[in-house]
């Protein structure tokens, strides 16, 4: 390949670099799935200093310390990833139509380095609830970010009529945020000491609404999954009638659905079994691959609506 009097390198081509998104992509949902298990286990101490572990580039062999600094180590790759993703894009996408793809890309990387500051104020501000939820809230933004890059430079198919009717991308922008919103707000729920106040499911306690703020909080995240399903059930059943099923739009919704619905077994499964923490940090993960689904089909939806290909 020949750009500006310059042979750029093979690994700079387009499959290459999408192959990079998606391995950077699986390291990002690693990262939150690693941020998981450092909250259930306790761990969020183990290297009580940054960004040394223990001012040592090797940390101590302790159980929490090793799973906080697994965190941190996944991150330092994450972040190579990134920033060699961008140099590639930077320099090898030089058509005009793949702007946004450049621009997605350098987003990418800023997003990689504030997460990573924030993983360090995190830990000197000794777990601030608050710094989690940004931390976590960035992560998510930023496996968004690249599902869009993904999906805009891989070959799709068409899907005749999509962007034809409003209804279906009213929903798809209401999905995208709740599904956003309903993980910070149960990230802030498990921060906030609330998440094991309703020991029966589906009701707290056999109420529907409880008065007490600590069981109403809880509540409020089971409330916020039920019109997360209806909402997306919806989206789902409007895309097959309209579009049928052999879509990349359809099929990513079907996915979405498919681990929603596991999700929410899921967090009653936590309840039935006294809050075990392999199953609130599988919890998160089912969240992120969930978040993931709907980043595709926001990232489908987007790539016909401006006629990026």
Not at 107 to 125: D, P, Q, R
Not at 151 to 165: A, C, D, H, M, W
Request: glycine share 8%.
């Amino acid at each position: 390949m020949l750009i500006r009097g310059k042979y750029i390198p093979t690994i700079l081509n387009r499959k290459n670099l999408i192959w990079l998104s998606v391995v950077a992509l699986i390291d990002a949902i690693a990262q939150v799935t690693l941020g998981g298990i450092v909250r259930v286990t306790g761990s969020g101490l183990g290297c009580p200093d940054w960004p040394l572990c223990y001012g040592q580039i090797i940390p101590p062999f302790k159980l929490d310390t090793l799973i906080e600094y697994s965190h941190r180590l996944s991150g330092m790759i994450l972040g190579i990833l990134v920033i060699l993703m961008c140099l590639g894009f930077v320099f090898s996408n030089h058509n005009s139509k793949r702007k946004l793809t450049v621009r997605l890309s350098i987003l990418a990387l800023i997003l990689v380095v504030f997460a990573g500051l924030l993983g360090g104020v995190t830990v000197l501000t000794e777990l601030s609830k608050w710094m989690r939820l940004i931390h976590l809230g960035v992560a998510e933004i930023l496996i968004a970010c690249l599902c869009v890059i993904i999906v805009f430079e891989s070959p799709t198919e068409k899907v005749v009529g999509l962007i034809n009717r409003k209804i279906i991308g009213q929903l798809v922008a209401f999905n995208f945020g709740i599904a956003f919103f309903s993980i910070l707000f149960g990230s802030y729920v498990v921060g906030s000491g609330y998440s094991a106040v309703c020991g029966t499911w589906p009701l707290c306690r056999g109420e529907f609404f409880p008065t007490d703020l600590f069981s109403f909080m809880h509540m409020a995240h089971r409330y916020i999954a039920i019109v997360l399903l209806l909402s997306f059930a919806s989206l789902f059943y409007l895309s097959i009638k309209e579009y049928g099923f052999k879509n990349r739009f359809s099929m990513s919704m079907a996915a979405g659905l498919l681990i929603l619905v596991a999700q929410i077994i899921l967090g009653a499964i936590i309840i039935w079994t006294g809050f075990a923490s392999e199953f609130k940090a599988i919890h998160l993960t089912m969240a992120t691959l969930f978040w993931v689904a709907i980043s595709i089909v926001v990232s489908i939806y987007s790539k016909e609506y401006i006629k990026y290909v």
